[in-house]
């Protein structure tokens, strides 16, 4: 992986996690939390996609398929929470 293409991984990372915790729970979880939590998204939200059928492609639909990976990880991980 090149030195752009990391960091790009990253910011996207970074984004998705921000925003699916704005969207979830009202708050971010750090730098480091986000990215993380982005990173996860990203593989859950490209798998729920394949499933479905549907591809998001160029910098947008890799942010938007991050963002729905990572409300699902956060929504799975409160149900976990209540139990």
């Known amino acids: 992986m090149e030195g752009q293409s990391l960091i790009m991984f990253l910011v996207i990372g970074a984004l998705a996690g921000w925003l699916a ?4 729970k009202g708050s971010g979880f750090g730098l480091v939390g ?11 939200g490209g798998f729920l ?5 549907i591809s998001a492609g160029g910098l947008i639909g890799s942010l938007i398929t991050a ?11 409160s149900l ?3 139990a």
Request: proline share 0%; no cysteine.
């Open 67 to 77: 963002v729905i990976g990572a409300a699902v990880l956060l929504w799975v991980v």
């Open 80 to 82: 976990v929470k209540k």
């Open 34 to 44: 986000n990215i993380i939590v982005g990173i996860i998204g990203a593989m859950i």
């Open 21 to 24: 915790g704005q969207l979830m």
């Open 49 to 53: 996609f394949g499933m479905l059928g």
